[in-house]
């Protein structure tokens, strides 16, 4: 794409590229889609693109060719992308005047493209249990899930998760909760019942009928949730507050609701609850989540695959909400959206 837009969007011919010094060819096999990417596309969310800018941030794919100096990975090799490529371990990246957000198919280029040659360190080996369609889901919505229970919040058996609703990081987070022996409880449609609790949710609410806090307080006995995954934002940062339990963790991720939030003082003071801003994950947390995907048996849930050149009707169905993840499953000949 040359300027924002998604009737912009036009699918290219392009050469091949020859990978860097450091860099590693790979051929894509798919990329998952994410709510943010349908933004990107549309209003470009204030961010630096470069044009003509191809979008998309999650891919699978097989090393094709390495550059000078690549020692992570050999020929053969199955990987995906690190959504945040420079963001390795620890801290992220940036100070308090200008945190940093530099992401795939956002400050950086995308990975909607059949080949692609980029740094070797903003890839991970893929899974060895999961097919190509479902590694490449793991990049944003399965590795934000993992790092807001797992990294940050450091679930642990007979812990009480709240989820809130059933979009990509809602249904990876059932499943890495109960993972860790967590108890599960999930507030969605009633259409969605019957997933959630494949997935292993212990108790389901109906967020349309009930009172969140009050369900809550009457599954728990009035102990609350010690970890909830607030995917709605605005002020429903408040609810998540009255739920979360003495101690409890309260993960900010979705912005449903708008990018401001509010809540009442009182039940964050007196709770002495913990507020964290996820946004995704590092690399080496990454590398955590495939091991243990590889060791449970993980299954990401996958709602419909499209082929590249029905990207367009791929977004459409993603304005739709989906029940799983949205995967673009990439043919053999050369092309790019962008």
Not at 6 to 21: E, N
Not at 60 to 75: I, N, P
Not at 85 to 102: E, K, M, T
Not at 252 to 271: H, N, T, W, Y
């Amino acid at each position: 794409m040359n300027v924002i837009g998604r009737a912009h969007l036009t699918l290219q011919d392009a050469p091949v590229p020859s990978p860097k010094p450091g860099e590693v060819l790979v051929k894509v096999k798919a990329v998952s889609l994410n709510y943010r990417d349908k933004m990107v596309i549309e209003t470009g969310r204030g961010l630096p693109l470069e044009f003509p800018f191809t979008p998309g941030s999650d891919l699978s794919g097989q090393v094709m060719a390495v550059g000078q100096g690549v020692g992570r990975f050999c020929l053969g090799d199955n990987v995906i992308s690190s959504f945040t490529p420079d963001w390795v371990d620890g801290l992220r990246p940036g100070n308090a005047h200008f945190p940093a957000y530099r992401t795939l198919g956002g400050f950086y280029p995308g990975v909607l493209a059949q080949y692609v040659a980029l740094p070797e360190s903003w890839f991970v080996h893929a899974p060895k249990s999961l097919s190509p369609v479902s590694a490449s889901t793991l990049p944003c919505a399965g590795l934000t899930a993992w790092f807001a229970l797992c990294e940050r919040g450091h679930v642990k058996p007979g812990d009480i998760v709240l989820v809130e609703g059933s979009g990509g990081v809602a249904l990876f987070a059932i499943q890495i909760a109960k993972m860790q022996g967590a108890t599960v409880i999930v507030s969605c449609s009633p259409q969605k019942f019957d997933c959630v609790r494949n997935l292993g949710a212990d108790h389901v609410i109906d967020r349309h009928s009930q009172d969140l806090a009050h369900a809550v307080w009457d599954i728990t006995h009035d102990y609350g949730a010690d970890h909830i995954l607030e995917l709605v934002g605005g002020s429903h940062l408040g609810r998540a507050a009255e739920i979360a339990a003495v101690g409890g963790h309260i993960y900010l991720i979705g912005a449903l609701q708008g990018f401001e939030v509010s809540s009442p003082l009182m039940p964050i003071l007196m709770k002495d609850v913990t507020i964290h801003g996820i946004g995704t994950g590092h690399r080496l947390a990454l590398e955590r989540l495939v091991r243990a995907v590889d060791q449970s048996g993980l299954k990401p849930v996958i709602d419909r695959t499209f082929v590249l050149e029905d990207l367009p009707a791929a977004l459409d169905h993603l304005d739709a909400g989906p029940l799983g993840k949205i995967v673009i499953e990439m043919p053999g000949d050369d092309g790019i959206w962008g």
